[in-house]
């Protein structure tokens, strides 16, 4: 049993302030103002008690991403599943919820089950995999949804593509409603998006490069809002970059359809003018936007128009990403810098609570995709985490965890991250060590 002393506990489910909290086979045990040592002696029943002063720390749900690429099967070579799960349990997730475009596309129910098995043989944080919308993901014909949905799937993706053909959108919405499942939009229009490289604005102009307009995400997103209100299906809207998206899902919300939306981290951190030719780890899809696009994103995420965070990790390796701004494959990797980066440039200068953090990062996402965490009541599983705001790690290609390196925080120094990581009740990280279960059981 573990006895946490004194800790800063944000819970989104319900207050902040100092606690003392007991962790007991697995799930939270107690979470007062106080305890007696006779009280915790009682509630451990003869078991050994570690205790930890929590002067200084935070405790939080753990953190669930709701948008990661583990590329396994297929593209290894960028992550695999044990990659990704010890990247995630480093930044502080304690689940992850697995895009489904990998090689070959997570289609089949066998696929799924592969997922969740290499996630729980990793025992680190729990993976949750996602199917995809289409066979194969080639936009026509639909996954068999409740096969896939038995095999653990906890929604429907084609994402790194857009559903072009409206009515496949349509059907698979249609189609979802039997799951309960929500269909994860991205939403592009591919033929405004054609060979772009970055946002289409005065930053691209001045470094020559082909343009993505904010009107290639919108106008998908208006589609698939309307398509969601006439078929009354469940929809999350994948990395939201730009003001109209914005103002599109705060109407839609008004209307009460069925609609989450995501934003990404570093759409909140960077904006089209940090982005140089030679850095192409801010090379990402949808592109790093405007001052104007990045102030309407963050005041979505604090009036709720926009759900929750999630960091759209996605691995590529290094040759990839050494090729021309042009050419390079688009994607940022984000378990490991997300929380820290976040911490120190949105939180800390008190722009967003570190309850809304905790809401939006771990409570949101749980409740959308159906899964446990996201609360500090007792009775709820131990998935936490003990997060230092004093913690400096300088990012390095040794330093990370994930077989990539496509971080814009490469060689810098962040500051605030998880010293301690518990899944099921059991350390998953120490100091900043990594403790895998081994035996692969944990998390089924
Ligand atoms: N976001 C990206 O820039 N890349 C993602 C695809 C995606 O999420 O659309 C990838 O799979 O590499
Ligand atoms: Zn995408």
Known sequence: MWWLKNIYAVDPSGSCGKRDILIREGKIEANAERLSPEEVAERAGGEPVESLNGEGKYLFPGFIDAHT?????????????????????????TSIIAMANTEPPVDSRGLVEFVRTQGARAGLARVYPLG???????????????????????????????????????????????????????????????????????????????????????????????????????IHLAHISCRESVRLIREA???????????????LLFTDRDVDLFNTSLKVNPPLRSEEDQEALLTGLLDGTLDMLATDHAPHVWEEKARPFAEAPFGII????????????????????????????????????????????????????????????????DSLASKAQNTPFLGQELQGFP???????????RGRQLCPAGDGVRHR
């Not at 044990?82 to 502080?92: D, L, M, Y």
Request: glycine share 12%; hydrophobic share 40%.
């Open 132 to 234: 995809t919308v289409t066979k194969g993901m080639r936009g026509r014909e639909l996954v068999e949804m409740l096969d896939l949905k038995e095999g653990g799937a906890v929604g429907f993706s084609d994402d790194g593509h857009n559903l072009q053909n409206s009515e496949v959108m349509r059907l698979a919405l249609e189609y979802a409603k039997l799951t309960g499942l929500p269909i994860v939009s991205h939403s592009e229009d591919e033929n405004l998006a054609c060979g772009g490289a970055m946002h289409r604005g005065k930053a691209a102009a001045r470094l020559g490069l082909k343009g993505i307009p904010s009107s290639a995400e919108s106008i998908m997103v208006a589609r698939d809002l309307m398509l969601a209100a006439e078929t009354g299906g469940k």
């Open 419 to 429: 010293t301690l990581v518990w899944v099921g009740g059991e350390p998953v990280l």
């Open 253 to 267: 919300k008004e209307r009460g359809l069925d609609v989450s939306a995501e934003v990404n981290p570093h759409h």
């Open 334 to 397: 984000g378990l490991e810098t997300a929380l820290a980066a976040v911490w120190q440039r949105l939180v800390v200068p008190g722009k967003l609570s570190p309850k809304r953090l905790a809401e939006v990062w771990s409570l949101a996402p749980a409740r959308r995709f159906g899964l446990p965490g996201g609360t500090l009541r007792p009775g709820s599983p131990a998935d936490l985490v003990l997060f230092d705001p004093e913690w400096r790690e300088r990012i390095t290609s």
């Open 69 to 93: 690429h583990l590329r396994e099967p297929g593209q290894e070579a960028k992550e695999d599943i044990a990659s990704g799960a010890a990247a995630a349990v480093k930044g502080g997730f």
